[in-house]
């Protein structure tokens, strides 16, 4: 029942422990992982029992909440409390926009070919993290959505559709994801000849870093479809391989940041963000999930928030190539905003 979970989950707020819901895409369970002490605890390899958070820069460490102590609670769909009204403020309009344009003086002179800029947005918190993560379960059934609260982290929420790395038995697969428009209902998506190209290039350097691992016999790549997400949908390429032996730290170095939340190529679009980007991206395009020594569930960590009393901060980017136009960039972020935004 949804109201021994969110009764749990007050608890353990109340008793300032760290702890993490979290439910899987298409599922009616919802999990917890929860403390009985207030200890961080941190990984480096990726060898850890539990539901970890990593950032988007990997060379800072990585905490997570271990699953020794866990429930499970049977989810029951209610009415999601949505919120039309929400304003978003310009602000970051003028610096995101001129941000693109340098971003595409950079690909016409051939150091890049995409990149992926974002930018947040502070918006004043009406409602406790709980109840927004109660609506967040409700409304987004084919998200990884979660809520993750620890004192000396801080508490995130989110709802992503991107699958980083999964492996079960003896089988692995990721996904290449991008390409974003409004989900229209009983209609399919006309994509631009941009957003093609965009999505190819993210597939073609996905399948290049599974080859740094894996000989090209044992990759299989599947047909590209449309992935819903909310009031958005995406273009999808999944990617499926070997299970590797031992933690999945080598797999996760050479696909994180994939091209979907960093660019191409992977390590000059990595500076390129690193000396323009005027913000610290923190847990958001990192990733996260439950993992352990015989299977992992992680997710890029796209459609999150920071949350705090005071005030909920959004993250979003857009994938920025030669045929990018700055204006509907800085719209298309703010499309990926309202996906969080209108349950604050």
Same mark, same amino acid.
């Given at each position: 029942m949804n109201d021994s979970l969110f009764e749990k989950l007050n608890n353990l707020w109340e008793s300032e422990k760290p702890f993490v819901c979290f439910r899987l895409p298409n599922t009616d369970?919802?999990?917890v992982f929860f403390q009985k002490d207030t200890k961080l605890h941190w990984t480096k390899d990726l060898s850890c029992s539990g539901f970890l958070m990593a950032p988007f820069d990997l060379k800072q460490p990585i905490p997570f909440i271990p699953d020794q102590f866990?429930?499970?609670?049977?989810?029951?769909?209610?009415?999601?409390?949505?919120?039309?009204?929400?304003?978003?403020?310009?602000?970051?309009k003028i610096s995101f926009e001129s941000l693109v344009i340098k971003a595409k003086e950079v690909i016409a002179s051939g150091r890049l070919k995409k990149v992926v800029l974002s930018h947040s947005q502070d918006v004043k918190t009406k409602r406790d993290a709980i109840a927004i993560f109660q609506d967040l379960l409700s409304h987004y059934s084919l998200a990884m959505v979660y809520l993750w609260h620890h004192p000396l982290v801080g508490t995130w929420f989110g709802a992503t559709p991107e699958q980083f790395i999964t492996t079960q038995e003896n089988l692995s697969q990721t996904m290449a994801l991008a390409g974003t428009q409004t989900y229209l209902e009983n209609e399919d998506p006309n994509w631009t000849t941009k957003e093609i190209e965009e999505q190819e290039l993210v597939a073609i350097q996905v399948e290049e870093d599974l080859k740094k691992?894996?000989?090209?016999?044992?990759?299989?790549?599947?047909?590209?479809?449309?992935?819903?997400? /909310? !009031?958005? *949908?995406? $273009?999808?390429?999944?990617?499926?391989?070997?299970?590797?032996? /031992? !933690?999945? *730290?080598? $797999?996760?170095?050479?696909?994180?940041?994939?091209?979907?939340? /960093?660019?191409?190529?992977?390590?000059?679009?990595?500076?390129?963000?690193?000396?323009?980007?005027?913000?610290?991206?923190?847990?958001?395009?990192?990733?996260?999930g439950p993992t352990n020594s015989s299977e992992s569930q992680l997710y890029v960590n796209l459609r999150c928030a920071r949350w705090t009393p005071e005030t909920t901060t959004l993250f979003v980017g857009a994938g920025i190539t030669l045929g990018s136009d700055?204006?509907?960039?800085?719209?298309?972020?703010q499309r990926k905003a309202y996906t969080l935004a209108k349950v604050l």
């Open positions: 369970k919802a999990s866990s429930e499970q609670f049977k989810i029951i769909n209610t009415s999601p409390n949505l919120n039309s009204e929400v304003i978003l403020d310009s602000k970051n691992i894996f000989p090209t016999n044992q990759i299989q790549k599947n047909p590209t479809i449309d992935q819903r997400a /909310g !009031n958005l *949908v995406h $273009l999808c390429t999944c990617f499926q391989f070997p299970k590797l032996d /031992g !933690n999945i *730290v080598a $797999l996760a170095q050479v696909l994180h940041p994939t091209p979907a939340v /960093g660019g191409v190529p992977k390590e000059e679009a990595i500076r390129f963000i690193e000396e323009n980007e005027a913000y610290e991206r923190s847990f958001y395009t990192g990733f996260l700055p204006e509907k960039e800085w719209l298309e972020t």
